[in-house]
């Protein structure tokens, strides 16, 4: 079978990304969604997080929403949980989140050639959410990926329901020490997460999935 094919009947799970825009004083997150699903088996996934006010500070009694606002200020700790929810009903898959910050050169430059994003958040579940790989993309972004360490499906003892996985983190630092001239640099950066699930029937390995998934996106 061609892998373009593969792909088609592996039914491909699709979530768009959160979006953040730093500015010099609010810093902007935003979640949409959109799930793309194929004949054979389903993949749906919802990507959201716990709603927050302008501190960051978690609004009591509040549903879970795809964005939030925040005023930027250094050193400041934010309450932020990307956190993906593999949907009832929904067939055996692997699941990634991939986080692409823009604007790279700039923020190397401020906050040094070894920039991570895992110095400036909290409650990164390593052995839940693996690191896989770091690329430098041609825009001047860097993706970071991070693939769930197993296989996940929305079904508990044969019954349909939605299982919701531990957030890629909990809550991000704002940097504590940032000049004038460093935020000119920055200015407007993104940072956005998307998260993917492709069905894990017909792939030997997860490698083996999202090397088709990848293939196939670029087609």
């Known amino acids: ?16 990304l959160t979006s953040t825009i730093i500015t010099f004083a609010l810093l902007t997150f935003q979640t949409d969604e959109l799930v793309n699903t194929f004949t054979v088996g389903q993949v749906s996934l919802k990507l959201d997080e716990t709603d927050v006010d302008e501190t960051g500070t978690p609004i009591p009694n ?12 250094p050193g400041k700790e934010y309450t932020k949980d990307p956190t ?7 067939e055996a898959s ?5 986080v692409t910050i823009t604007k790279a050169k700039e923020i190397k430059e401020v906050f040094g050639s070894d920039f991570l994003p895992e110095k400036y958040v909290t409650g990164w579940d390593k052995t839940k959410w693996v690191s896989t790989s770091i690329k430098e993309n041609d825009d001047n972004s860097i993706t970071y ?4 360490h197993q296989v996940v499906t929305g079904y508990v003892n ?9 957030p890629l983190f909990t809550k991000f630092t704002a940097p504590g020490e940032l000049t004038s001239e460093d935020l000119k640099k920055i200015e407007g ?4 997460v998307i998260g993917h699930g492709i069905q894990a029937t017909g792939f030997k390995s997860a490698e083996e999935a999202w090397t088709a998934f990848n293939e196939q996106e670029q087609e």
């Open 84 to 90: 993906m929810t593999v949907l009832a009903g929904s």
């Open 145 to 148: 990926e991070f693939r769930y």
């Open 158 to 166: 044969g019954n349909k329901q939605d299982i919701v996985l531990e």
């Open 94 to 98: 692997y699941v990634r989140i991939l």
């Open 1 to 16: 079978m061609k892998l373009k094919h593969k792909i088609l009947f592996a039914c491909l799970g699709l979530i768009a």
């Open 62 to 73: 509040a549903n879970r929403v795809t964005g939030n606002e925040y005023k930027l200020i």
């Open 189 to 192: 950066f993104e940072i956005k």
